[in-house]
Nanobody
Framework: EVQLVESGGGLVQPGGSLRLSCEAS????????LSWVRQAPGKGLEWVSL????????HYGETMKGRFTITRDNAKNTLYLQMNSLKSEDTAVYYC??????????????WGQGTPVTVSS
């Protein structure tokens, strides 16, 4: 069974940092593109970042560029999101999601339960 488990969320002050993790199981980890997606309170889903199977190709949403870094450790079946210079607008539940293939434009077919991030003083 495909399983994605996020962790690392919590309360952080504006300007602070957090590192989110997503541990995966049930599929060949290095065969898939992975993404982080978030949902702010009362808002819709917002794509945050993606990374291809080798980790050589990454993309970010406009508001995340220069602040967030996505990485993956295929040996550990783990996806990471390093978030720096956090703002109140980053408050959201963060989900990791698996894409259907190695193609970066493929749909996301499995999601984790999410880890909440609150940025507040």
């Amino acid at each position: 069974e495909v399983q994605l488990v996020e962790s690392g969320g919590g309360l952080v002050q504006p300007g602070g940092s957090l590192r989110l993790s997503c541990e995966a199981s049930g599929f060949p980890f290095d065969d898939y593109v992975l993404s982080w997606v978030r949902q702010a309170p009362g808002k819709g889903l917002e794509w945050v970042s993606l990374i291809n199977w080798t980790g050589r190709t990454t993309h970010y949403g406009e508001t995340m560029k220069g602040r967030f870094t996505i990485t993956r450790d295929n040996a550990k079946n783990t996806l990471y999101l390093q978030m720096n210079s956090l703002k109140s607008e980053d408050t959201a539940v963060y989900y990791c999601a698996r894409h259907q293939s190695t193609e970066i434009d493929s749909a996301m077919d499995y999601w984790g339960q999410g880890t909440p991030v609150t940025v507040s003083s």
